[in-house]
C-alpha cells in the first residue's frame, strides 16, 4: 500500500490587486522558492484580477493556483474559490454563498468571529444557526494575521463541535514574507485533490510559524496597507 500523501494550501492571499502590497509575479516566485505548498489561492478583495493573473502563470511553477476572491458581503467577508467570474461587493451573506454555489465554487468563512467576520467578535451565539441557514462549505479556523489570535481561539473552539464544515487555514497575507504562515493540510497534493479534500470533510488548518518577525513586518509596513485597503474602497464604489 502506498503512503498516503498530506498537501499544504495556503487559501487566502492578498495582492496589490486590492491590499496586499506583492505583485503577482513576486507572491509567485516567493512560493516557489521559500515555501513548499502545494497550492495557494489568490483571495483579493472584489476582484479577480490577481489570482487570474497568477493562474495564467500556473504552468511556470511547481505549485498550482486556485482562483479566488474575497468577497465584502453585507455581514462580512466570504471567500469564494474555484471561481469562474467575479461576484459583487454589497450583497447579502446569503446571496453572496448562492452566487458562489452557482458557479460550483467552494464558499469559505474567513476570521468567523473577527470585525469584519461573518459572525463578529460576540457571535458565537449565532454560529449554529449560521451553519444552518448558510450553505458555506468550510470555516477558517486558523488566520495568521497577528492581530486575530483570540478570534483564532474563539472559532477553533466552536469549530470543535462540528458541524459537517470542513476545516480551513490561511495567512491572509498582505505581505510575502506573511504567505504560508496559515495554511490548510488536505490529502493529496494538487488544487482537485485539495476540493476533494475539503468536500469529504479531511482537512485541519495548521501554523507555519515565524509569528513575531511577520508582526513587526505588518507594523512596519502597515500605513502603505492601509492605504491600499482606501484605494480598494474605492474602486470597488466605481464598480458599483
Request: hydrophobic share 40%.
Amino acid at each position: 500500500m502506498s503512503e498516503t500523501t498530506w498537501g499544504k494550501a495556503d487559501l487566502h492571499i492578498h495582492s496589490n490587486h486590492s491590499d496586499g502590497l506583492a505583485r503577482i509575479p513576486e507572491i509567485m516566485d516567493y512560493v516557489q522558492e521559500h515555501t513548499d505548498l502545494d497550492v495557494i489561492a489568490i483571495t483579493d478583495h472584489n476582484t479577480m484580477d490577481g489570482a487570474l493573473f497568477a493562474k495564467s502563470l500556473e504552468e511556470m511553477y511547481d505549485f498550482e493556483v486556485v482562483v479566488g476572491e474575497e468577497v465584502s458581503s453585507r455581514s462580512g467577508h466570504i471567500i469564494g474559490l474555484f471561481l469562474e467570474k467575479p461576484i459583487p461587493a454589497g450583497l447579502s451573506a446569503a446571496e453572496t454563498i448562492s452566487r458562489i454555489n452557482e458557479q460550483d465554487g467552494v464558499a469559505v468563512i474567513p476570521h468567523p468571529f473577527s470585525n469584519r467576520g461573518v459572525f463578529g467578535p460576540f457571535g458565537r451565539g449565532a454560529f449554529g444557526a449560521g451553519v444552518s441557514e448558510l450553505a458555506f462549505h468550510a470555516l477558517e479556523v486558523y488566520n495568521s494575521m497577528p492581530f486575530l489570535v483570540w478570534a483564532n481561539r474563539v472559532a477553533a473552539k466552536m469549530f470543535a463541535f462540528g458541524q459537517g464544515i470542513a476545516a480551513t487555514g490561511g495567512s491572509d497575507a498582505h505581505v510575502l514574507h506573511g504567505i504560508g504562515k496559515g495554511y490548510t493540510v488536505f490529502r493529496g497534493s494538487t488544487a482537485e485533490e485539495l476540493r476533494t479534500s475539503i468536500d469529504n470533510l479531511e482537512t485541519h488548518a495548521a501554523t507555519g510559524g515565524g509569528g513575531l518577525n511577520v508582526a513587526l513586518r505588518y507594523a512596519f509596513r502597515f500605513p502603505q496597507i492601509r492605504r491600499q485597503q482606501s484605494w480598494n474602497w474605492e474602486r470597488c464604489k466605481d464598480r458599483a
